[in-house]
């Protein structure tokens, strides 16, 4: 083999990095930590760094220019996409599990290099889910602190006791719908993959409730709300016939 034939051959990588401003100070998590993560996971495979893609943003934010461009580069040079851990990706799981299917689609994978691996969909699902519930945790505490604030000074994010609160309570309801669907495709998408394996309906809820995944109401799975999943979304065929 001549050494171009193999250089052809070494794979492309295509590594996303992303901080929120909150972060900034994180050595951690840190932008530059987490490219030097990245590149040292990619030399361990042997591959090629093809572009660095950086975003300061949220993880709830849906816009990030900078993770299209790394998206965008992954489809035409025919790279796989890096990222240090899935929740730089992505805190919402549902936005995560489409990028995993667009790209495989399109014949790549997203690395983690910080687990050293590509998940499978089921890993992969659940340590979205884990993403998004930390990112709920935080805002939690932030709703929290501005209620303590409200009691102390008797005004509510910035305005006046007693203005119109009833927009700005339309969103948040709105944004609870949305995080209840989710979820609930994240359940759906868990259901289906331990079905394929074999697993009993009572030791799927199990592990969704170990998950700290709730039903649309909010309660915590049984055998019957499986069992329900299951028929919405006919997944009756996906059982491991004994």
Request: with cysteine; hydrophobic share 40%; glycine share 8%.
């Amino acid at each position: 083999m001549s050494k171009a034939d193999a250089k052809k051959e070494v794979k492309g990588y295509v590594i996303y990095i992303r901080v929120s401003t909150k972060e900034q100070g994180d050595k951690r998590n840190g932008l530059e930590a987490q490219e030097a993560g990245a590149r040292a996971y990619v030399a361990s495979l042997g591959g090629t760094v093809e572009g660095v893609y950086c975003d300061m943003v949220s993880g709830a934010g849906k816009l990030r220019p900078e993770q299209n461009r790394a998206l965008d580069a992954v489809r035409e040079t025919g790279a796989d996409l890096v990222v240090w851990e899935l929740d730089r990706l992505s805190r919402d799981a549902a936005n995560s599990m489409a990028i995993r299917k667009a790209l495989s689609e399109a014949g790549a994978q997203i690395h983690v290099a910080a687990l050293g691996r590509v998940l499978d969909l089921m890993t992969f699902s659940v340590v979205a889910a884990m993403a998004e519930a930390e990112r709920e945790k935080i805002s939690k505490r932030v709703r929290e602190g501005l209620e303590a604030r409200e009691r102390r000074t008797g005004a509510r994010n910035g305005r006046s006791k007693g203005a119109d609160t009833s927009a700005a309570r339309e969103v948040s309801k709105q944004q609870r719908r949305k995080a209840a669907m989710d979820k609930s495709m994240i359940a759906r998408n868990f259901v289906e993959m331990e079905l394929e394996r074999g697993t009993s309906y009572r030791k799927i809820a199990d592990a969704l409730n170990r998950l700290g995944l709730k039903t649309p109401t909010g309660k915590a799975y049984s055998v019957s709300s499986v069992q329900r999943i299951v028929k919405i979304h006919d997944l009756s065929k996906k059982e491991v016939q004994a």
